[in-house]
Every structure is written in structure tokens, then in C-alpha cells.
């Protein structure tokens, strides 16, 4: 059975915006934000936590800002220049002046020192705050010193020059080494925003421009990712805007001539505009992507009117630019709008299999924790879903991050037992939990035997409970209803069908068993017959979840026979609609944005209606 979660919180002084755990040590993580310009009592500032205990967070060190400037909006650790002390970047605008003569020096480069309790040891059995405070004034102090500020984003041609640096990745150490990484920074407020790669893999200056997107007039990034791909010795990048995601392939190292452009980026997905015969017309916006693998992306999508949260899981092709969406999950129902998203990709198992743990973060100031597995040759596999962590913060979240995996020779090993996660809000709060993971395989311990565990044994039970109650009683009030002559029973029907031509008029069953895919590919295959009219579809719902069916034949006495086992959509009443509404969103058959023409070529079956009706108000 897993072990616990454990949670740790500090309250500072300042509001915060960004934080980042160190990739090579989780103990250590960085916080930064504050009042911004010229707002008198709340400072600017960084500030570097002891996270080792699992029930504790420790302030080592702190470096206030310039009040004159703006407040530290972005941050991310780079990479270690010492056996202690690492690179830090961060996102700090100049002051209004500098910024109205056409300097912003944005980019400012950190050194951060970590005191002498910095070592390789295992990660301490919950010491006292006292403990730690004692260890750290023993041994050299924590430090943190600015190392070099700079401009890389376009001059705005703004009259009032507002753009900042709101987003900034790194991407991940390729095989545990720090070279060849990139740093990617999106502005935001431009009149023309702008995505730049610039080389994260020294300690010095980065002054190597390796890419420059100009995104279209009044376009912003929504989220920018990174991922090292060995195949071809490049990097994978990929961006969003509020509609559309785009990737391109950066060399690594210093073969790359030129610096990239948007030219050599291509459109992997677009979301798809509203039905036109929909009620609303807006689309569901991207807030959010992460990779979880060189051809996979991971997409947070709002949907329309704070109407709720779906993730999705896009396929991209290398040889075409497009992609397709090949999973979906709607998150729990109080989350109406997302607000932060990150990924951990754990390292990949002997089977070569990768579990990728998923955090979302929504207006609600909760949480919810999924996994998804990828395998190369199996493909991806389903969302679990592992807990909701409600009000974890006081006030809206700003950032949440996840600790780095271990890679490589040399890798940590007590790394492997846990992961961290970090979330920060406007309350001044900072919320760590720790997660364990659970041992793969028996043996010595190596990397990659490590996995989070589904949720636990007790909320699990629950569950189960719930399930079989609901199915005894869908079963039950079948069996009465069948007795009591009130409906017939029907045929034998699959889950889902597929868009291939049912069984000839010859058989004897009028629904036809075909192989699987879902609902809304059979309902277009329909639509977009040339040998004949449309057959109808029939739904309901079963012990088993939905039950779709297609009526075998072209013969109008068929159509009539699937007419009579259920109603079509104009017939239901509005209550009837919302149920199927919610039913089906709940499948991942439909969304809100397909809009209800969709649903017209549905025959929505009796039985199911009424045990669903039952079940509701149970």
C-alpha cells in the first residue's frame, strides 16, 4: 500500500510568482516575487528554501530586489557551477524610466550558495527547524548575489512600454550533464509577442540568440516546453497561444548556424471552432502545455464560460507539422478554470515503459494529481487518477512545480524514493508535498525502479463500494423492469463501434458487433455516407458504462425498429438533455464545444434513461 503524503508550508513576506526546485538536489528551492515597483512596504525579493524535511521548510537565504524595479515575475535554476552553488535565472523588468528610454534588462542571472548542509546524503528523518538553523550557522552561510542582467526581447513600440518576462523554462540536463541546454523566455503584455532561446548551459552571459519567434499581432505565448531528444541530437520545442500549439527542432550544441524563426515552426494543432449550429461561439483556450515525449505533448485546455478543464494529449508528426488529439480527460467539476500545470517524467522502466505524473492546478486553489503511462511499443495509456487536494493555499495559486528526476552515472539514488511538489501563491505561501514512490521491481535499487502508486488502500475501497452499489442497483431495476413487461429486452450490443459497414442485411440481429473507436467517429461516418442514408445509432447506459450501437442494413424497417427502442434528441426534455450531456462528457464522447448537431443522429435509449433517472436521484 502507498505510503502517506506528507506537507510542509512557510508563509513569507511578499506575494510570490515563480519558484523552481534545483535539479540536482530537491532539498533546495527557490522562490521569488513581491510588491513590484515603487509599492511601498512590500519588497522584491528571492528566496532560497531548505526543503530536505519532509515536514518542514526553512528559510537559508534571501536577496531583496531593488524596490525601483519590478518584482520578480519568472525563475528557473539553470545548472550547478560548483559543488556548491548554482545558476539562476530570472525574469525582473527595469524600472518605468529605464524601460520608457527603451531599456529593460530583463534577464538577470543569479549565483546561489548553498550552505555547508549540502552533502550526499540520504534526505534527513524530519529534523527539528532548531536542528536546521544550527547546522547552517555552523558551516559557511547561504548566499545569494546577482551575476549579470540582460535585454533580449525586441524594443516594444509601444507608447507605454508594459512587456516583461512572464514565462521562462530550462531544458532538462540530457543524460545528467549540464551542456547544450537551452533557457526559453515569452514576453508578456506586448503590443508583438515574442518566444527567444538563448544557450542555459554555462556560467557565463548568455549572449547566444539559438531561436526568435515573432508570434502574430496581438498574439501572446501561453506556455513554452523543452525536451532533449537523443535520436537526433536536438531539442524538441514546442509553444502555445491561446489557440494554437507549435514545435520546431533546435540542434544542440553549436552546429546551428543561424537562429531559428517562427518560419521553422510548424502548426502541430489548432482548436477546433465552436459547431456552427452551436448556441456559443467561443473556443475553448490553451493554458498550459508539457512534453511527455519528443512526439507527445501534454495540452491544459480551459474550456468556454469557466465551464471547466480538459487535458488533452496531442500527437505530433515530425514529417507532416500536424498532429492529433489522442486522449482526453475533464478534470473534477469544481475546477471551472486551470491555472498551472507541470509534469514529472519519471525514468523510464526495464520494460521501457514511463510513467508521467500529472499535476493541474486550478482557480479553485486545488490540485489534482493524475498518471499516465507511455510505452513505445504499447502506445499511451489511460489517465488514473491519483488524488484532488483542495484549498491548498489561502489564495490564488501562481506557480506549481514538481522536483527533477535523477539521470545518468552518478544519480542520486534516495532521489529515486520520492517526488516533490511545489506550489506557490499570492498569499505568500509556499506548499510542499512529498510524495513516495513505490518499488517496481525487487533487486539492488537503480534507477528507473520507481513508480507513484495508485491512490490510497481506503479512498480506493470507497470507490469500489460506490461501483458495485450503483451496478447491483442498475441490475436489480433492470431485472424488475424486464419482469414486469414494461420493456423488452434488447440485443447484444458492444461498448463502442467503429465507422466500418455493420453486418449484412441478411443477419438476424438488427444491431451489428464491430470493432472498437469511439462514438463520435462512427456518428461522422454516418454523416458522410455516399452508398445510402444514414443508419441510426443507438445509446445507453450499462452496468459497463456507455452502450453504443449501429442498426444493421439499410432497410427503413430497421430504422423503424431502432426508432422504437429509444428517442432522438429533439424528443427528450431539458433535464433528460443535461443528464446525457453530462454522461457523455463524463465518456469523453463529446464536449461542449462539438455543440449539439452531433448529438441528432443519437437514438437515446428508454431503459437507460429511466435507470439513469434512478440513479440520479438516489
Not at 509601444?158 to 518576462?165: D, M
Not at 501561453?222 to 514545435?247: E, G, K
Not at 452551436?278 to 469557466?306: D, E, H, I, Q, V
Not at 493524475?370 to 484549498?391: C, K, M, N, Q, W
Request: aromatic share 4%; glycine share 8%; proline share 5%.
Amino acid at each position: 500500500m502507498p505510503l502517506s503524503v506528507t506537507t510542509a508550508n512557510i508563509k513569507l513576506t511578499y506575494p510570490i510568482y515563480a519558484a523552481d526546485f534545483d535539479e540536482r538536489d530537491d532539498g533546495y528551492l527557490l522562490a521569488g516575487g513581491g510588491g513590484g515597483e515603487g509599492r511601498s512596504g512590500v519588497g522584491n525579493k528571492i528566496t532560497l528554501l531548505d526543503a530536505h524535511a519532509p515536514h518542514e521548510l526553512a528559510q537559508l537565504a534571501e536577496r531583496e530586489l531593488s524596490r525601483d524595479e519590478d518584482s520578480v515575475t519568472s525563475l528557473a535554476v539553470a545548472n550547478r557551477i560548483g559543488p556548491g552553488s548554482a545558476l539562476v535565472l530570472a525574469g525582473v523588468n527595469s524600472s518605468t524610466a529605464a524601460q520608457q528610454a527603451g531599456t529593460n534588462e530583463h534577464l538577470r542571472a543569479f549565483t546561489v550558495t548553498y550552505p555547508t548542509l549540502d552533502k550526499p546524503d540520504p534526505p534527513r528523518e524530519k529534523p527539528t527547524m532548531d536542528a536546521v538553523l544550527k547546522e547552517t550557522s555552523s558551516g559557511s552561510a547561504a548566499a545569494i548575489e546577482e551575476r549579470s542582467r540582460r535585454s533580449l526581447f525586441s524594443t516594444s513600440s509601444a507608447i507605454r512600454k508594459e512587456t516583461y518576462q512572464r514565462l521562462l523554462r530550462i531544458s532538462p540536463a540530457p543524460d545528467g550533464g549540464d551542456d547544450a541546454r537551452l533557457a526559453a523566455l515569452a514576453t508578456g503584455l506586448a503590443p508583438d509577442g515574442e518566444v527567444v532561446l538563448v544557450d542555459a548551459g554555462t556560467g557565463t552571459v548568455h549572449d547566444r540568440v539559438r531561436g526568435r519567434f515573432r508570434l502574430k499581432k496581438g498574439e501572446e505565448a501561453a506556455d513554452v516546453d523543452m525536451i532533449a531528444c537523443s535520436d537526433d541530437d536536438a531539442h524538441h520545442v514546442a509553444y502555445c497561444t491561446d489557440y494554437d500549439v507549435w514545435t520546431c527542432k533546435v540542434p544542440r550544441g553549436s552546429s546551428a548556424a543561424q537562429p531559428i524563426s517562427e518560419q521553422d515552426a510548424r502548426c502541430a494543432y489548432s482548436i477546433p471552432h465552436a459547431d456552427v449550429f452551436s448556441s456559443g461561439k467561443r473556443r475553448a483556450t490553451l493554458r498550459a502545455l508539457r512534453f511527455l515525449t519528443p512526439s507527445l505533448l501534454l495540452l491544459l485546455a480551459n474550456l468556454p464560460g469557466r465551464s471547466g478543464v480538459e487535458l488533452l494529449v496531442l500527437q505530433h508528426h515530425e514529417k507532416d507539422g500536424g498532429g492529433a488529439i489522442e486522449r482526453r480527460k475533464r478534470l473534477h467539476r469544481s475546477m471551472k478554470a486551470a491555472v498551472g500545470l507541470d509534469v514529472c517524467r519519471l525514468p523510464a522502466r526495464a520494460d521501457r515503459s514511463t510513467q508521467c505524473v500529472i499535476a493541474a492546478a486550478g482557480q479553485d486553489v486545488s490540485i489534482e494529481l493524475l498518471t499516465l503511462t507511455v510505452h513505445p511499443s504499447t502506445g499511451i495509456g489511460r489517465f488514473e487518477h491519483y488524488a484532488t487536494y483542495r484549498d491548498v493555499h489561502p489564495l490564488q495559486m501562481t506557480k506549481i512545480s514538481f522536483s527533477k528526476r535523477p539521470t545518468g552515472e552518478g544519480a542520486r539514488l534516495d532521489l529515486e524514493s520520492h517526488l516533490k511538489l511545489a506550489s506557490v501563491s499570492m498569499g505568500n505561501t509556499v506548499v510542499v508535498q512529498t510524495f513516495p514512490l513505490t518499488r517496481t521491481s525487487p533487486g539492488p535499487d537503480r534507477v528507473g525502479e520507481y513508480k507513484l502508486e495508485a491512490p490510497p488502500r481506503r479512498v480506493a475501497i470507497k470507490l469500489s463500494i460506490v461501483s458495485i452499489a450503483l451496478a447491483v442497483l442498475i441490475a436489480l431495476l433492470s431485472r424488475w423492469l424486464l419482469a414486469s413487461g414494461s420493456v423488452q429486452a434488447g440485443p447484444d450490443v458492444v461498448r463502442h463501434v467503429s465507422t466500418v459497414d455493420a453486418a449484412p442485411s441478411s443477419s438476424p440481429a438488427p444491431y451489428a458487433t464491430v470493432s472498437a473507436l469511439r462514438l463520435r467517429d462512427l456518428l461522422r461516418g454516418q454523416a458522410a455516407r455516399v452508398d445510402g442514408p444514414a443508419r441510426p445509432v443507438h445509446v445507453k447506459i450499462g452496468a459497463d458504462g456507455l452502450i453504443a450501437s449501429l442498426a444493421a442494413g439499410d432497410d427503413n424497417n430497421d430504422d423503424d425498429e431502432a426508432k422504437k427502442r429509444g428517442r432522438g434528441w429533439a424528443d427528450l426534455k431539458e433535464e433528460e438533455k443535461d443528464m446525457w450531456r453530462q454522461r457523455l462528457e463524463q465518456a469523453g464522447e463529446w464536449t461542449v464545444n462539438e455543440g449539439e448537431e452531433l448529438l441528432k443522429g443519437i437514438v437515446f435509449g428508454q431503459i437507460a434513461a429511466v435507470v439513469a433517472h434512478v440513479v440520479a436521484n438516489a
